[in-house]
């Protein structure tokens, strides 16, 4: 157990649809990394938060849009969804940056029928 | 063409052998990372490196910076090392991490 907890497990939604996944860090961990994984594109970086900004944005459709919160949870919003948006989202933390250990969440499965 | 390449893809051995798994990278980089994503999915990290060499029981990972490569060993390898490993790394440029496509590995018993 890495101490990062996803939910929903699992999501499975319809095309046009809004999900929204949550991820609660490691206690003491300031950093949230959201990441993608799909089976053509494997892991892709969509977005870093540390201490509630947004410190690096990596490849994040203008669809979905992120946020942390001041207790230090974070939220991944993804809008009008399509097929190709299914994929396994992982949220992982850090004590400060990059260069530290990532603890990753055990994932949400999402899937756009 | 890839920025991170792992190789092999695929590799399949038997229990005991010496395992070794390959990154190169075509950027300048701050630190690189190995993780580790069994078959039920979950991703574990594995190494942190900027230089050198680590070792954790098993595992030992180096890092070449001028040669732009790392390789991660696995001694006496056992079944439940059965996993995909992945190789990331942090640029320079913009501390954007970038993942390798991963190399899947199956130990026979």
């Known amino acids: 157990d890495s101490g990062v907890t996803q939910t929903p497990k699992h999501l499975i939604t319809a095309t046009g649809q809004r999900v929204t996944l949550r991820c609660s860090p490691r206690?003491?961990?300031?950093?949230v990394y959201w990441y993608q994984q799909s089976l053509d594109q494997g892991l892709q970086f969509l977005i870093q938060y540390y201490n509630g900004e947004e410190r690096a944005k990596g490849n994040i459709l203008e669809r979905f849009s992120a946020q942390q919160f001041p207790d230090l949870h974070s939220e991944l919003n993804l809008s009008s969804l399509e097929l190709g948006d299914s994929a396994l989202y992982f949220c992982?933390?850090?004590?400060?940056?990059?260069?530290?250990?990532?603890?990753f969440g055990p994932g949400t499965r999402l899937t756009v029928l | 063409k890839n920025e991170v390449e792992q190789s092999p893809q695929n590799l399949t051995a038997q229990e005991g052998e010496f395992i070794t798994i390959n990154c190169s990278y075509s950027?300048?980089?701050?630190?690189l990372h190995w993780l580790q994503q069994h078959p039920g999915g979950g991703i574990v990290s594995l190494f942190m490196?900027?230089?050198g060499k680590k070792k954790h029981g098993r595992l030992i990972a180096t890092i070449n910076i001028q040669e732009k490569h790392s390789s991660l060993h696995i001694t006496a390898s056992h079944p439940r090392d059965s996993a995909v490993y992945i190789c990331?790394?942090?640029?320079?440029?913009?501390?954007?991490?970038?993942f390798g496509k991963g190399t899947r590995l199956h130990i026979l018993p």
């Open positions: 990331a790394v942090i640029p320079n440029r913009d501390d954007k991490i970038i």
């Open positions: 490196l900027s230089s």
């Open positions: 950027v300048g980089v701050s630190a």
């Open positions: 992982a933390s850090s004590v400060e940056d990059y260069l530290d250990t990532q603890y």
């Open positions: 206690s003491g961990d300031l950093s």
